[in-house]
């Protein structure tokens, strides 16, 4: 079985392609208009800690 390819971000570069929600607003159209994140990533460790109660 072969992966999926998600062809928008193909041509981004760096950690953009890992990243692409931060692109600046007038680049997002060009590399299929990705949402930002509904989840915090920074936050998303010590909230789960928290909700675990090891925080």
């Known amino acids: 079985m072969r992966p999926a ?5 193909a041509g ?3 950690r953009s392609v890992h990243e692409p929600w931060r692109l600046p ?3 997002r159209p ?4 990705r ?3 509904i989840v915090d990533l920074a936050d ?3 909230r789960f800690r928290r909700a675990r109660g090891r925080g």
Do not use: C, S
């Open 5 to 9: 390819l998600v062809p928008e971000p």
């Open 12 to 14: 981004l570069e760096g």
């Open 25 to 27: 607003d007038a680049e």
């Open 30 to 33: 060009a590399y299929g208009a």
């Open 35 to 37: 949402p930002d994140p």
């Open 44 to 46: 998303g460790p010590d």
